[in-house]
């Protein structure tokens, strides 16, 4: 707000400098323009501050027994949480290659009389290819 405000001052500055009339509604334009401007965001916050005038805050504090607050763990606390959180992680690494595994059965299915026909049919072919005399 305050960078438009200087700016309406600079605009008020060069319309008492200008001599043409074209330049005094040129400036007088971008003065309009930037006062709604200024008059727009004077407008929002007198809103955000009537808002936060009407508004009510209610807070309940109960002070909880028994509290201990927590200590930093240590280095064996440390190892066995970090050992701990490998062992999950490896049975989740697991679990996911199973359910790969049951993913790729359909697709197996459908796929492995295909590559069967065409092992055979490259097994008979070979079979029948002609032999080359290569003692000549």
């Known amino acids: 707000m305050k960078n438009k405000q200087s700016s309406e001052q600079r605009l008020l500055s060069h319309l008492e400098k200008t001599g043409e009339l074209k330049d005094t509604l040129e400036v007088e334009r971008e003065l309009s323009r930037v006062r709604g401007e200024v008059g727009q965001l ?3 916050l007198n809103l955000l501050k009537n808002k936060t005038d009407l508004a009510t805050i209610i807070l309940t504090i109960q002070e909880r027994a028994g509290f201990t607050p927590t200590t930093t763990p240590t280095f064996s606390t440390q190892v066995s949480r970090t050992f701990a959180e490998s062992w999950q992680a490896f049975g989740v690494f697991l679990s996911v290659i199973a359910l790969c595994a049951v993913a ?3 697709w197996l299915c459908a796929v492995a ?3 069967a026909a065409i092992w055979f049919w490259k097994r008979r072919r070979k079979a029948n290819l002609p032999t080359l005399d290569r003692s000549i």
């Open 113 to 115: 009389p295909i590559l």
């Open 42 to 44: 004077q407008g929002h």
């Open 104 to 106: 790729a059965v359909p």
